[in-house]
């Protein structure tokens, strides 16, 4: 495949998403349902591959108008207008769920250029260290992947609310938790090093913004590419996860900018990476959860369906399902079927290799990351200063 036919193609399938439904997307194009959480992945998309000038006016004032509307006054928390209540499922909660959305949209808020409506309240729920502390005690960090992803919205409201100092409070109680042994957290609770892989990714960006060293750094690099699969990714069994394949090359590029520790190695492990993420690209030009065999069917639905009693399953036989809002099912989807999370997941590590090693791999596109921590943003010149002890 061309080079540049990379991005012509996914932003062709991202465009193609909103055909007769005014700006608002779907997860997958099979979906039914438009979300705000997959119209800020849309967003996010245009955004990465520099192409959000590009687009009309009109139509990004009708993404932010979307967005706008969609956030509660009193609280500052951003609701999707279809989810209920009753639509949350347990690992997961409403908080979670809603936090998640908040965090999306207040990033692709940021990448039109506009503000949210209302302040968020988390400052005044989180006045002291000790409420932080509080806070963070009480997470299941026997489960960090999860666990993560709160703490990672957390840190994205307080910044937003200029909220600088507390932000500093989170990672220093993020500094005495860590594992001395893995780097990770969560491991020392008994969690797998892939959980802890995953979830302290989530951690970094904000370290690195706040021009805060990450510990153990040896440790993280090398128990990140212990991780990787004979197929370059990073689920085991093969395939891959847009999550956990993200998670692990952007570990990497950005401690290889901060370290020469096991350069080549790490060099090596993302070409192989870059290569399996890129024929993730399906013909439509969207990019896909994972690539891999169907879960088998159970034997209490083979017998059922020889049986011709498939029609009293509660549940339809899907082979293997992801979901961007955990615990919602409007936003499940077939792993191999291309959707807007993976295509937004899947180009961005691209983008990540691409921008390491200049000339090396795709050199065409002018790549445009995240300005603000967390998912998505990256700053190689800044990563260097860090390393450099330029920052204050």
């Given at each position: 495949?061309?080079?540049?036919?990379?991005?012509?193609?996914?932003?062709?399938?991202?465009?193609?998403?909103?055909?007769?439904?005014?700006?608002?997307f779907?997860?997958?194009?099979?979906?039914?349902?438009?979300?705000?959480?997959?119209?800020?992945?849309?967003i996010?998309?245009?955004?990465?591959?520099?192409?959000?000038?590009?687009?009309?006016?009109?139509?990004?004032?009708?993404?932010?108008?979307?967005?706008?509307?969609?956030?509660?006054?009193?609280?500052?928390?951003?609701?999707?207008?279809?989810?209920r209540?009753?639509?949350?499922?347990?690992?997961?909660?409403?908080?979670?769920?809603?936090?998640?959305?908040?965090?999306?949209?207040?990033?692709?808020?940021?990448?039109?250029?506009?503000?949210?409506?209302?302040?968020?309240?988390?400052?005044?729920?989180?006045?002291?260290?000790?409420?932080?502390?509080?806070?963070?005690?009480?997470?299941?960090?026997?489960?960090?992947?999860?666990?993560?992803?709160?703490?990672?919205?957390?840190?994205?409201?307080?910044?937003?609310?200029?909220?600088?100092d507390?932000?500093?409070?989170?990672?220093?109680?993020?500094?005495?938790?860590?594992?001395?042994?893995?780097?990770?957290?969560?491991?020392?609770?008994?969690?797998?090093?892939?959980?802890?892989?995953?979830?302290?990714?989530?951690?970094?960006?904000?370290?690195?913004?706040l021009?805060?060293?990450v510990?153990?750094?040896?440790?993280?690099?090398?128990?990140?590419?212990?991780?990787?699969?004979?197929?370059?990714?990073?689920?085991?069994?093969?395939?891959?996860?847009?999550?956990?394949?993200?998670?692990?090359?952007?570990?990497?590029v950005?401690?290889?900018?901060?370290?020469?520790?096991?350069?080549?190695?790490?060099?090596?492990?993302?070409?192989r990476?870059?290569?399996?993420?890129?024929?993730?690209?399906?013909?439509?030009?969207?990019?896909?959860?994972?690539?891999?065999?169907?879960?088998?069917?159970?034997?209490?639905?083979?017998?059922?369906?020889?049986?011709?009693?498939?029609?009293?399953?509660?549940?339809?036989?899907?082979?293997y399902?992801?979901?961007?809002?955990?615990?919602?099912?409007?936003?499940?989807?077939?792993?191999?079927?291309?959707?807007l999370?993976?295509?937004?997941?899947?180009?961005?590590?691209?983008?990540?290799?691409?921008?390491?090693?200049?000339?090396?791999?795709i050199?065409?596109?002018?790549?445009?990351?995240?300005?603000?921590?967390?998912?998505?943003?990256?700053?190689?010149?800044?990563?260097?200063?860090?390393?450099?002890?330029?920052?204050?």
């Amino acid at each position: 495949m061309a080079e540049t036919t990379l991005k012509k193609r996914t932003l062709d399938w991202v465009q193609g998403l909103e055909a007769g439904n005014g700006s608002v997307f779907p997860i997958v194009a099979s979906s039914p349902f438009r979300t705000l959480e997959a119209t800020c992945f849309g967003i996010f998309v245009y955004e990465l591959f520099g192409a959000l000038d590009s687009v009309p006016e009109e139509r990004r004032g009708e993404w932010r108008e979307f967005i706008l509307a969609c956030q509660d006054a009193q609280t500052g928390i951003f609701y999707d207008p279809l989810l209920r209540h009753a639509d949350v499922a347990a690992p997961y909660d409403w908080e979670y769920v809603t936090w998640q959305m908040t965090f999306f949209a207040l990033g692709a808020l940021d990448a039109l250029g506009a503000k949210p409506r209302y302040r968020t309240t988390f400052r005044d729920l989180l006045k002291t260290p000790s409420a932080v502390g509080e806070r963070l005690d009480g997470g299941n960090w026997t489960e960090p992947w999860g666990e993560s992803n709160r703490v990672m919205f957390l840190l994205t409201f307080l910044l937003n609310e200029g909220a600088v100092d507390l932000a500093h409070c989170v990672l220093n109680w993020l500094d005495a938790h860590q594992d001395p042994e893995t780097g990770f957290w969560g491991t020392q609770h008994g969690a797998t090093l892939r959980e802890g892989m995953a979830a302290a990714f989530h951690f970094y960006s904000y370290y690195f913004y706040l021009d805060r060293p990450v510990h153990h750094a040896q440790a993280i690099i090398d128990h990140t590419l212990q991780l990787q699969e004979p197929d370059g990714l990073y689920t085991a069994g093969g395939g891959g996860g847009a999550c956990a394949d993200l998670d692990a090359v952007d570990t990497l590029v950005k401690f290889s900018l901060l370290t020469d520790y096991r350069a080549e190695d790490i060099k090596a492990s993302l070409s192989r990476s870059y290569s399996a993420i890129l024929a993730n690209q399906r013909p439509s030009g969207a990019f896909c959860e994972a690539v891999r065999p169907p879960t088998p069917k159970s034997v209490k639905r083979r017998v059922g369906e020889a049986l011709l009693l498939d029609k009293l399953f509660r549940k339809p036989y899907r082979p293997y399902v992801a979901e961007v809002c955990r615990g919602w099912e409007k936003t499940r989807y077939l792993c191999n079927e291309g959707d807007l999370w993976s295509t937004w997941f899947r180009p961005l590590a691209l983008a990540l290799v691409s921008t390491r090693y200049p000339g090396e791999f795709i050199d065409d596109i002018s790549w445009a990351f995240r300005r603000a921590p967390g998912l998505g943003w990256h700053d190689s010149a800044h990563l260097r200063k860090i390393r450099d002890g330029v920052c204050t």
